[in-house]
């Protein structure tokens, strides 16, 4: 358990580094420390282009709950902004899925359809 | 000095609760696990605006470091958002201040002429 969730920080820093390699301004939110308030994992902004991304390190498809669902659509009507999953298939490459794809909070095989990859954003 | 860092910290919090009644998106960078990348303390989003704080408690006038201002001034280019020196002057007000007034790192009474307030946010 704690080896996945190193494998998922690290995973989420070098897309944090990632992006700001594409020239994005980005911040990321500590699992710790946070305020009691709904924020996704990193905010990207890039010449007022702003994306709000939710980092998933899992090797399965996988179930969101509904809270956290609804904080992240609280945050895209605040913001007005991009919400995307960043779904990282160890072993494989990060797949972004616009948060209006995500239906009752499943991701699998059928939400990559709708998937962005890093080329995209 | 601890004392001065926690009253910092909860004016800093008290913000962030502010800009979210406010209908902002907002998110918060702690001091500790920070990125090995330039970011202000917060982030506030609504509606497709970006502003980026940098927070200072402070009694006095008081000088930001070169490296600040610059590493501030390389997210404003990415971004392309406003960004803001949040001044609070204990038992008064904040004071927001656009970094483009802020000259060889000086905030004082005269930078204090281009602030703007909390209502104009």
């Known amino acids: 358990m ?6 998922g920080y690290r995973a989420e820093r070098e ?9 994005y301004a980005v911040i990321r939110t500590p699992r710790s420390g946070r305020i009691a308030l709904p924020s996704p994992d990193i905010i990207a902004i890039k010449n007022k282009k702003t994306i709000a991304i939710e980092c998933k390190y899992r090797s399965k498809p996988f179930k969101m709950s509904k809270d956290q669902i609804n904080e992240l659509l609280e945050w895209k009507k605040r913001a007005n902004c991009d919400v995307l999953i960043a779904w990282k298939i160890p072993r494989y490459d990060w797949f972004f899925i616009p948060i209006q794809y995500i239906h009752n909070g499943n991701v699998n095989k059928n939400t990559l359809k709708n998937a962005l990859t890093i080329d995209d954003l």
Chains 1, 2 share one sequence.
């Not at 897309?15 to 700001?20: A, G, Q, S």
Request: hydrophobic residues 35%; positive net charge.
């Open 2 to 7: 704690v080896k996945t969730y190193n494998k």
């Open 15 to 23: 897309l944090v580094h990632l992006l700001y390699k594409k020239g």
